[in-house]
């Protein structure tokens, strides 16, 4: 284990200690105003006199946000699988095959990454709507099934694994999908679980095409349902700050169950020698 200066380390104290207190301090605040009943916005207590469950009665009980967190729920995890597997696909191609054009290909792929998501929201739009998909789960899975920054960062973790293990396997007669999920995936554990991570949090708290794509209440996510809890004449703040609560709540649980992995795969290209 590496011995820091202790300027070193204490700077790296500094940096974390401000770190925690930006993610703690408004997931604080929201817990605490998701807890008192009938305060404004700045009426909020840092510490609560009384504490009251109505907001989260109110959740729990209503139909409707049941629906919006199932509807986040299910887009959210078939767009993660979906990733894994695409991006896995498509990201050993690159990293293992030649072909014509692959050069031109995989700069493409960079290129998208540089492309604004404000820009293709009206074609994007045409498109659900001339293939039928419009307000439906079709709109808020399909489009999002494989996106360019899984892509490459599947085929540059892919490239850093040593081939001899593949073509072991071929010599014994297995076929590429073979030697993918059952050799590449199980080595690329790291990278799949800063993929799984990224893709989950941008699409469950996605509100800009869920809510552009979607019409019916029946179909609406969390993140549209938290902009639709606010009323025209007024704003129940302990009910936007419990289904705030709630939604953040996937997010910290799935970053605490795969840390690890998580910091591992963030970390791998660095610790390389």
């Known amino acids: 284990m590496k011995h820091y200066p202790p300027h070193i380390k204490i700077t790296l104290f500094i940096a ?12 604080y605040y929201m817990l605490s105003g998701s807890l008192q009943e009938g305060k404004t916005f700045d009426a909020i207590d840092i510490i609560p006199d009384s504490l009251s469950l109505k907001g989260y009665s109110f959740i729990f009980s209503s139909s409707r946000m049941l629906r919006y967190i199932f509807n986040s729920l299910v887009a959210s995890i078939s767009v993660v699988i979906g990733n894994l597997i695409l991006s896995t696909i498509v990201g050993y191609g690159f990293a ?20 604004p998501p404000h820009v293709i929201i009206i074609p994007l739009y045409r498109l659900i709507n001339f293939l039928g998909w419009y307000d439906s789960y079709a709109a808020l899975i399909i489009p999002w099934l494989i996106n360019p920054l899984g892509v490459f960062l599947m085929r540059q973790y892919i490239s850093s694994l040593p081939p001899e293990i593949e073509d072991a396997a071929r010599v014994d007669g297995a076929g590429d999908l073979y030697i993918v999920f059952r050799i590449i995936m199980p080595l690329a554990k790291p990278a799949l679980a800063v993929l799984a991570f990224q893709v ?3 699409n469950w708290n996605w509100f ?3 809510f552009i794509l979607t019409s019916s209440d029946s179909m ?9 809890l606010k009323g025209y ?5 302990q009910q936007m700050f419990s289904a705030s609560t709630i939604s953040a709540l996937p997010v ?16 791998a290209g660095a610790l390389k020698s």
Do not use: C, N, W
């Open 252 to 267: 910290i649980i799935l970053f605490m169950i795969f840390q690890r992995r998580i910091i591992s795969g963030l970390t």
């Open 96 to 115: 293992r095959y030649r072909f014509p054009g692959k050069e031109i290909l995989f700069a493409s792929v960079l290129a998208v990454m540089m492309i």
């Open 16 to 27: 974390l200690l401000f770190m925690s207190l930006l993610a703690i301090a408004p997931l």
């Open 208 to 210: 800009l095409y869920p």
């Open 200 to 202: 989950f949090l941008t």
């Open 220 to 228: 609406r996510t969390l993140p549209v349902a938290l902009a639709l």
């Open 233 to 237: 004449q007024s704003i129940d703040y």
